[in-house]
């Protein structure tokens, strides 16, 4: 049971915080069509604008759903600031844009929350125990919220009518608005999504964790991994390259020290790169 307490379940509670910010990333390349840069610092802003909500006397989870619609509108105004005006443009242009959008997120949160580590709970959390299977609360919440939102946006993107024009937009963007798909509303909705996502894993990277500025870069790598290895333009692809990340981080520290743990993410991209670019599940090509 060593084995499952100390490995095998943070890996799982890691690598669906990795899924959440994963199917942002995939859900950007998939519609929009380049990779999103300042995806890990909009995820730090979410989880400091939940943290200031807690202080201000907020449950955690109450304050969760306030994040992601505060972050759904920061990503829709820095579409509209900064990304809209350069569609036109090569995508490296947007890539680099977005670059600049995470040095200036960062240094909005370095600024308003300061760079000291901070906690959304003091104390030591005794684990309860499962049959011999060690889950403390906020694991537990964590992982039946990434059920609920994976399960909540597949039915959206599947069943629902923006949902399928998202669908629409991502296969063939020009067939899509002869089809009448408004692409800019499309577009729009994309950016409240993923803000909300960017915020939902920020937050439950912290909760679990610890917060600092500088948190964002640190996950950013590993959740681009995530959604290469499922398969870019995949939600399920997004989620099982985030569950494999996950457990391969905790799975490094048997022949890696624990401060290289942070590699196995960059060696997963590189591998799944060079052998099948398209991911585990057939997605799109970076």
Same mark, same amino acid.
């Given at each position: 049971?060593?084995?499952?307490?100390?490995?095998?379940?943070?890996?799982?509670?890691?690598?669906?915080?990795?899924?959440?910010?994963?199917?942002?990333?995939?859900?950007?390349?998939?519609?929009?069509?380049?990779?999103?840069?300042?995806?890990?610092?909009?995820?730090?802003?979410?989880?400091? @604008?939940?943290?200031?909500?807690?202080?201000?006397?907020?449950?955690?989870?109450?304050?969760?759903?306030?994040?992601?619609?505060?972050?759904?509108?920061?990503?829709?105004?820095?579409?509209?600031?900064?990304?809209?005006?350069?569609?036109?443009?090569?995508?490296?242009?947007?890539?680099?844009?977005?670059?600049? =959008?995470?040095?200036?997120?960062?240094?909005?949160?370095?600024?308003?929350?300061?760079?000291?580590?901070?906690?959304?709970?003091?104390?030591?959390?005794?684990?309860?125990?499962?049959?011999?299977?060690?889950?403390?609360?906020?694991?537990?919440?964590?992982?039946?919220?990434?059920?609920?939102?994976?399960?909540?946006?597949?039915?959206?993107?599947?069943?629902?009518?923006?949902?399928?024009?998202?669908?629409?937009?991502?296969?063939?963007?020009?067939?899509?608005?002869?089809?009448?798909?408004?692409?800019?509303?499309?577009?729009?909705?994309?950016?409240? @999504?993923?803000?909300?996502?960017?915020?939902?894993?920020?937050?439950?990277?912290?909760?679990?964790?610890?917060?600092?500025?500088?948190?964002?870069?640190?996950?950013?790598?590993?959740?681009?991994?995530?959604?290469?290895?499922?398969?870019?333009?995949? =939600?399920?692809?997004? =989620?099982?390259?985030?569950?494999?990340?996950?457990?391969?981080?905790?799975?490094?520290?048997?022949?890696?020290?624990?401060?290289?743990?942070?590699?196995?993410?960059?060696?997963?991209?590189?591998?799944?790169?060079?052998?099948?670019?398209?991911?585990?599940?057939?997605?799109?090509?970076?």
């Amino acid at each position: 049971m060593e084995f499952i307490n100390f490995h095998l379940v943070p890996g799982i509670v890691l690598g669906s915080v990795y899924a959440v910010g994963a199917i942002g990333i995939t859900l950007v390349f998939g519609i929009l069509r380049f990779a999103h840069f300042a995806h890990g610092d909009m995820a730090t802003l979410g989880a400091f @604008i939940a943290l200031a909500l807690v202080t201000a006397g907020l449950t955690p989870w109450a304050a969760l759903p306030v994040a992601m619609a505060a972050v759904a509108v920061v990503a829709i105004v820095v579409d509209k600031l900064f990304y809209d005006y350069l569609k036109a443009r090569p995508k490296i242009m947007t890539v680099m844009a977005s670059l600049g =959008v995470a040095l200036m997120l960062r240094a909005v949160v370095q600024v308003v929350f300061g760079v000291d580590p901070r906690t959304y709970a003091t104390g030591i959390v005794r684990p309860d125990d499962y049959f011999g299977i060690l889950l403390r609360d906020r694991e537990l919440y964590t992982l039946a919220a990434v059920v609920l939102i994976v399960i909540g946006l597949t039915l959206f993107l599947r069943h629902s009518r923006w949902g399928k024009a998202m669908r629409a937009m991502s296969d063939n963007p020009d067939l899509a608005r002869l089809s009448g798909v408004d692409n800019r509303k499309v577009t729009m909705l994309t950016w409240a @999504i993923v803000g909300a996502l960017c915020a939902a894993s920020g937050f439950m990277l912290g909760i679990n964790n610890e917060l600092h500025s500088m948190m964002g870069w640190q996950v950013l790598l590993p959740m681009f991994a995530a959604a290469i290895l499922g398969g870019v333009g995949r =939600v399920e692809g997004a =989620v099982l390259g985030g569950l494999i990340v996950g457990i391969a981080e905790e799975m490094s520290i048997f022949i890696l020290p624990a401060q290289y743990k942070a590699a196995t993410a960059f060696v997963l991209l590189l591998l799944i790169l060079l052998v099948r670019p398209r991911g585990l599940l057939n997605g799109k090509v970076l």
